[in-house]
């Protein structure tokens, strides 16, 4: 009999929002709340820039330093996967997800990635201004909105940035319900 080598498909959220909004830190707080025996997180982290790969502080080095099991770093100059660096690998999200879902993680969080369709997200919004169109269309693609000014929102479910352990607990809660109803 034929054995199928693929892995069994992974809870994946993106966790998006425009440069500066706090993805990264919010990511690293999640983990590390997040991460234990009943919940194995591995990072996707998307990057349009140039990267220098295993400098001290980056954000890979900080997402396994908070618990993630494993990160992908794919940027427009490579990959960083299992703490190798492949020059000039640009893999499709699908691939990355497929190689992510090998380490059977229970959840995958892929940073980054918001122009993606039809991918369960939480998007980041910083400060009191109002949402430009292009957020507003990455908004109505979002579950919730990740805000330091939930006035702006009425309509999203919102959940505050300065409070990383209540949006890993609504985390938790949407993927146990995730999981529950594509058994």
């Not at 993106?14 to 997180?41: D, Q, W, Y």
């Not at 990455?138 to 909105?145: D, G």
Request: aromatic content about 8%.
């Amino acid at each position: 009999m034929p054995h199928d080598s693929s892995p069994a498909p992974v809870v994946t959220l993106g966790i998006s929002g425009f440069s500066n909004s706090g993805k990264t830190t919010l990511i690293e707080a999640m983990i590390s709340r997040m991460t234990g025996p009943s919940c194995i997180v591995v990072v996707i982290k998307h990057s349009h820039h140039h990267v220098v790969p295993f400098q001290l502080g980056s954000d890979s080095e900080r997402f396994r330093s908070a618990g993630a099991s494993d990160v992908l770093l794919s940027a427009a100059n490579g990959l960083e996967q299992q703490g190798q660096w492949c020059p000039g690998v640009l893999p499709t999200l699908k691939e990355l997800l497929n190689y992510a879902g090998k380490s059977a993680p229970d959840l995958v969080l892929l940073e980054g990635f918001k122009d993606v369709a039809g991918l369960p997200r939480l998007w980041l919004h910083r400060g009191n201004h109002l949402p430009s169109e292009q957020e507003e269309a990455y908004l109505a693609r979002s579950l919730a909105v990740v805000t330091d000014y939930p006035a702006l929102f009425p309509a999203l479910t919102r959940l505050p940035l300065d409070n990383p352990d209540e949006v890993a607990r609504w985390v938790q809660l949407w993927r146990a319900g995730f999981t529950s109803t594509n058994e």
